[in-house]
């Protein structure tokens, strides 16, 4: 396999942000380096179920587990479960992110201008 060089094999992975977009791509390509778990969380767990599905679909253990990034004690528990359940973290990909001054970038744009719908500036 292309992966074989970077010892990826029977690590254990959290993908914080996992389930979708460039982290979904990340847990896939991590899967298919053969790692001993994905750990995909995001806040929604219909989203955590299906990324947990197709993970385990690839052959590697997973955690089901919801968590929110802006939430410390969310992201403490986390880790304690899979410290819990695996005994360690070898790798951790944090691909999630929120801001508190905006919840998204049409939010943020329709403040400045409210006339505009998309926002370039």
């Keep these: 396999m292309p992966y074989d060089k970077l010892g990826l094999k029977e690590k254990i992975v959290v ?41 385990e679909a690839k052959g590697v253990e997973t955690l089901r587990r919801t968590m929110d990034v802006m939430d410390r004690a969310s992201l403490v528990a986390l880790r304690n479960l899979v410290v819990k359940k695996f005994g360690r973290i070898d790798i951790l990909l944090s691909e999630a992110a929120r801001t508190k001054k905006f ?19």
């Design 103 to 121: 919840p998204t970038l049409i939010d943020a744009c329709a403040r400045r201008r409210p006339a505009r719908r998309f926002c370039m500036t």
């Design 15 to 55: 993908a914080i942000g996992g389930t979708s977009g460039i982290g979904r791509a990340c847990a896939h390509g991590f899967a298919e380096a053969e790692v001993c778990a994905v750990i995909a969380s995001s806040r929604r767990f219909g989203e955590v179920e299906r990324a947990a599905a197709e993970l």
